[in-house]
Structure formats: C-alpha cells, structure tokens
C-alpha cells in the first residue's frame, strides 16, 4: 500500500496510511479545532476550515495551489526549522543531487517531491514538509554543521558584536572568519580603501564575494579551502564574474607572502589609488 499523500511514492509503514516519513511529520502537528484535521494554518484552523472562515469574514476563500501545495517549504522556511541560512540548505539539496549546480531541481529532487514555484524573483523549489525528517537529508545537514563553513550557513552562528560574519576581529570592526581574511581586511583598511566584507554578489541571491571595493567595483575573492564543495563553488564563482565582466582579484594561499605587492599591482590595473 502506498502513502496516502497525493504526491508521495514510498510504501506505508506497516498498519499505517502514511510512510515512516510522513508518519512522523504528522505526530508532530497539531489537529484542527474545528474539524480534528491535521494541517494547522493559523494555530487554530486546518486548511479547509480556515478558507472557510476567512470567505465568512468576507476575505479571499480559494487559493489556486495544487494539491498539497501548502505542505510544502522553501529552503528558507526549512532553514528556519534547522537554524540554517537558505543557502545552506541548497548546499544540502545539491550535494544530495536534488539540485543541480544551478540550483534548478533534478529528476531525484522530483522524486523527492520538490515542486517549481514561480515568483517575479524568478523560480524556486518547494519541498515536502517531511522532507525534514528524510535520513539522507539528516545526515547531510550534520555534515555541513559539523564542517568548516558551519559558521557562514549556520543563522545562530553570529559572533559576539552581531555581524554574523565570523571571530576574528580586523582593525576596522569587521568580524571576520579566517586568518587570511583578517590580513586581507586589515590591509585594505590600512590603505585607506572603502570595503565591505561577503557581500552578495549583484544578481545573486546565493553567491557572495569575500571583499567587494565601491571605488571600482572592485571583487576580491580568495581561494583556501580546496575540495567539495568549495571546487564547484569557485567555479560557479568565477564564471558569474566572467559572465557579466565584473573585475575580479583572485588571491591563493600562496599571495599571503606577498599580499603587499600582489593586491598593490592588482588594484593599480583597475585604475585605484591607494594611499600610505
């Protein structure tokens, strides 16, 4: 027998309607006060009976959703739940291979139950509300939790002055996560120049920059840590600013010898000034 949820293709626990999944999201949601159903809206209502008492207060009754479109949750809304940025739970469905590199759902991510969702931002994916309790999802936010990049995903994760940003604490105030950005940071501090600290990048809701400059909309960007998913993710970087001709500086852990000289001449190409 199959789980009763229109969309859901897994088997029924056993004595069961739903499967272990679902199971589990339903014993945790609250009844209806009006009906005894199980999807809660308003802290009071189900689905159908909040419609039906916002028609009767002369409000909007129908939505136009499809079927069980309401049990389902954006990265943000699922992120929330977890104490994780949005971004941080695409990470997720990507290395899962439920998102492409392009953040556009796969035939797996459609298995699992995501739907397309259009809005004038453009298309994004809502997933299952069981999808939460899915073992493999499980074990792949303990992964990124228990990694090196917890702190940039993770929403709980800011640091003592409220920047989200990280622990070390540069000479201008921003609070950074590495050594090697505290250096960069102080340096460009220390040459007067006007810069702020992981920025989304323009036309990205996802991607952001390690340091951006206003006087020339300058990007720096650099590049320690090596492996997945830090790989893909530069290169989906770099071809964003190749793409749309943003003027990119690129340091490895090697230019940290030489970070005087290498952002000096960098900077000078693009045309900067720099003081001291």
Known sequence: MRCIEDWCKED????????ADHAKV????????????????????????????????????ISTKAPGADDRLSATQIGTQLGLKGYGVNEVFVEL?????DRNVTALGTRMGAVI????RGDFALWPVAIIENKFFKAAVKRLTEG?????????????AGSGAGSH??????????KAALRIDNWLY????????????PGQDELKCDFHLPAGNIFIEFWGLTGEPFATRKKRKQAFYADHGLRL??????????????????????GVKLAG
């Not at 291979?97 to 590199?101: C, I, K, M, P, T």
């Not at 969702?117 to 004038?120: F, H």
């Open 12 to 19: 029924a626990a056993k004595n069961q309607s739903f499967c």
């Open 26 to 61: 339903r014993e945790r949601i609250k009844p209806c006060r009006t009906c005894g159903g199980p999807l809660v809206v308003d802290g009071r209502n189900c689905k159908s009976c909040y419609r039906k008492a916002k028609a009767a207060a002369g409000g909007t009754s």
């Open 97 to 101: 291979g439920w998102l492409d590199d």
């Open 117 to 120: 969702k259009t809005s004038k």
């Open 148 to 160: 090196e990049r917890a702190p940039e995903l993770m929403k709980d994760a800011a640091s003592g």
């Open 169 to 178: 604490v540069a000479d201008d105030g921003h609070y950074v996560r590495s």
């Open 190 to 201: 220390s040459r007067g120049l006007l810069h702020a600290y992981e920025r989304l990048i």
């Open 249 to 270: 500086i690129e340091l490895e852990p090697q230019h940290l010898k030489t970070l005087d000289e290498t952002l000096s001449q960098a900077l000078r190409r693009f």
